[in-house]
Structures are given as structure tokens and as C-alpha cells.
């Protein structure tokens, strides 16, 4: 290692520098610095979903629209800690990579509207959103025991 005014230095066996960091004096808020581009892919996983905070979500969330960002918010501010709402919150914002935004955002609408935002609902009513979607619309067949619209009249 070579720490110099500026600069602390790492170097391998061979005298080869393998990482160089900017030299940190004032550590009054006791946190390291770290440079993602130095870690293994599992620590950098780890360290890019700990970067999630409420309002890195709820962001995220207000982008794909109003009724994610009200689930969003909900799972958040519901919970005694609100980190124990980032997971949920992760899972359904993953869901719009997979169905895609309008999907979701149906999907947070009509959660809304029966009152039940939550993971596993939001989850159920975007996965039938798009199962729906993929099923065409087929008219009703005929048959004697099918009464018609007049039959009500």
C-alpha cells in the first residue's frame, strides 16, 4: 500500500497497482468510501439494492403513474419501519419490466379500487391483466339454455 496527502494506493505482490482511491481526512459521518467498480458481482449486487431508499421508489413509482405511486406510498408509509416495505415495493415495481408500465398501472388502479394494495394482489391482477390480453375475444356460442339480453327486459 502507498498512502501519500491525496491518494492511497494497492498494489499486488508484483509491485502492480490494482486500485487507487481519492484519500478521504474527514470521516465526522464514520461511513467508508466505496468504489462499486472494485467489488466482486455479489457485493455489488448487495451494494445497488441497498442504494433503494422510500423515495428512490416512490420516484420510480411516479414515473410509471398515479395508482403505482399510491400502492407505492401505501407500502411504505403502512409498515412500522418503512424499509420494511422496500421488498414489496421492489417486486411489484419489477412487475412493469416484465408486463410493461400500463400494465401495472392498470393493475395499481384496479387494486386501488377494491381497496387491497398489496404485493400479492397487485401481483394477481397484473399476471391476469396480461393472460387477458393474450386471449382473444371470442362471442358467446349459441346454445338453448342461453336466455339473451330481451329475456331480462
Not at 88 to 103: P, R, V
Not at 122 to 139: D, E, F, T, Y
Amino acid at each position: 500500500m502507498r498512502a501519500t496527502n491525496s491518494t492511497i494506493e494497492v498494489f499486488d505482490k508484483n509491485h502492480l497497482r490494482m486500485a487507487s482511491h481519492k484519500r478521504r481526512y474527514s470521516a465526522a459521518d464514520g461511513r467508508y468510501i466505496t468504489n462499486e467498480a472494485h467489488m466482486p458481482p455479489n457485493h455489488k449486487a448487495v451494494f445497488q439494492y441497498r442504494q433503494f431508499d422510500g423515495n428512490r421508489y416512490r420516484s420510480w413509482a411516479k414515473n410509471v403513474g398515479e395508482s403505482t405511486f399510491f400502492v407505492i406510498d401505501g407500502l411504505l408509509s403502512g409498515g412500522a419501519v418503512e424499509e420494511q416495505g422496500y421488498k414489496s415495493c421492489m417486486g411489484i415495481l419489477q412487475f412493469s419490466k416484465t408486463y410493461g408500465e400500463g400494465a401495472l398501472e392498470a393493475a395499481c388502479t384496479r387494486a386501488r379500487a377494491i381497496g387491497s394494495c398489496t404485493y400479492t394482489t397487485v401481483k394477481s391482477l397484473v399476471k391476469s391483466g396480461a393472460n387477458a390480453s393474450k386471449q382473444p375475444h371470442l362471442p358467446t356460442p349459441s346454445h338453448e339454455n342461453i336466455r339473451g339480453g330481451d329475456y331480462y327486459s
